[in-house]
């Protein structure tokens, strides 16, 4: 029953085009003022960023609070559909524990 023989499916495949508009919002968040970098350090090698020249440094962690203080007062905070990826570097780390 291939040539026209076959009925077609009453479902509806078609896409409206263009979809409805995404509500998603991005921000990204630098981790703080690591240990090298407070020494004028560049850091590029990434068997680097899991040692402690990495680490934050006392301001950046004040940086990294500040931005997460800056977040809540925009309404993202946990539990509102906002999440959090980071990279596993020690400052990215540290900046997405606080």
Do not use: D, H
């Amino acid at each position: 029953p291939f040539c026209g023989a076959a009925r077609a499916a009453g479902a509806n495949g078609l896409i409206l085009f263009p979809p409805e508009a995404l509500q998603n919002r991005y921000f990204l968040l630098r981790a703080g003022e690591t240990v090298a970098e407070a020494a004028g350090k560049i850091e590029t090698n990434p068997i680097a960023t899991l040692g402690p020249s990495s680490f934050l440094t006392p301001k950046g962690v004040g940086q990294v609070e500040a931005a997460a203080a800056a977040m809540v007062a925009a309404g993202l905070e946990g539990g509102t559909g906002c999440w959090v990826y980071y990279n596993k570097a020690s400052p990215s780390q540290q900046t997405a524990a606080v």
